[in-house]
């Protein structure tokens, strides 16, 4: 039987640029999970995880990370793409906890300055995903020409993203809740 | 014969947890290069949810 408690599916904005354009993506994201029934969520900005750069991996784990990532049954990662890559301190963040995704599902939005709508930090974050344990979905959100694409208060100007992120969503949320069943009541041989 | 393993009781609430994966580790320190599974040549984690209030925990694993 499924469990009764909400998904709990939080946005993980991924850059601590200044004037970084992502935030408008995440904030997107944000409001259309909140739209979904028995989903809860929150923005976690990666600005606010307060972790050294003199040591990595799970020795530096944050409490406060921590225990959203180990109560989050999915997540929302948006990422901008720096030089086709992942941002670093998106990935030190990421690296901090383990336990906390396993047998978790991921659905990465991609933002680019350019065409490419972030597809190369997409490609990119699916195997640091597969290590971490988490199970990545097959639809992205690729947000490109960022630039153009918000308005100065943050509006999204492109009506189809609504209609894109609405599958993202069902796939990311039927993916969270099948695991969530199988993290629960399904033993390992 | 079949090996009998401890159910992991949830260190939030206290529920029987489900184990529902394991993963091999790489060591990070010396110490646990000293204790990798020479079988494996890694360490083994054992990873578990409770089905009460969700959380997950991990253990060492064999």
């Keep these: 039987m499924p469990s009764e408690r909400p998904l709990n599916i939080p946005v993980l904005l991924g850059t601590t640029r200044k004037g970084r354009m992502s935030a408008h993506a995440a904030r997107f994201l944000l409001e259309q ?11 976690i900005d990666i600005t606010k995880v307060s972790l050294p750069i003199d040591d990595a991996g799970e020795a530096i784990k944050d409490k ?17 793409e720096y030089n086709h890559s992942f941002p670093g301190l998106l990935k030190h963040v990421l690296d901090s906890n383990l336990k906390e995704y396993i047998h978790k599902a991921v659905g990465i939005a991609g933002v680019s300055a350019g ?3 972030g597809t190369r930090v997409i490609q990119n974050c699916l195997a640091p995903m597969r290590e971490l344990g988490f199970v990545t979905i097959f639809f992205d959100v690729n947000f490109s020409n960022v630039f153009t694409l918000f308005d100065e208060s ?20 039927w993916m969270a809740s099948t695991l969530r069943y199988g993290r629960e009541n399904i033993p390992l041989k | 014969m079949a090996e009998t393993k401890t159910k ?11 184990q529902h994966g394991e ?29 009460k209030c ?8 064999r």
């Excluded at chain 1, 406060?64 to 901008?80: F, H, Q, R, T």
């Design chain 1, 64 to 80: 406060d990370l921590s225990e959203k990532m180990n109560s989050a049954d999915g997540l929302v990662i948006v990422a901008p």
């Design chain 1, 115 to 117: 065409p490419f709508g």
């Design chain 1, 33 to 43: 999970v909140g739209k979904r029934e028995r989903v809860v969520t929150e923005l």
């Design chain 2, 54 to 61: 969700g959380k997950g925990a991990a253990r060492p694993g």
């Design chain 1, 154 to 173: 943050g509006n999204l100007l492109d009506p189809s993203f609504a209609r894109r992120t609405d599958k993202f969503l069902n796939e990311l949320i």
């Design chain 2, 8 to 18: 992991m009781t949830c260190p939030y609430c206290g529920a029987e947890m489900n």
């Design chain 2, 23 to 51: 993963k091999l580790m790489e060591p990070r320190t010396a110490e646990e290069a000293r204790r990798i599974d020479p079988k494996l040549g890694a360490l083994v984690e054992e990873f578990h949810t409770c089905p």
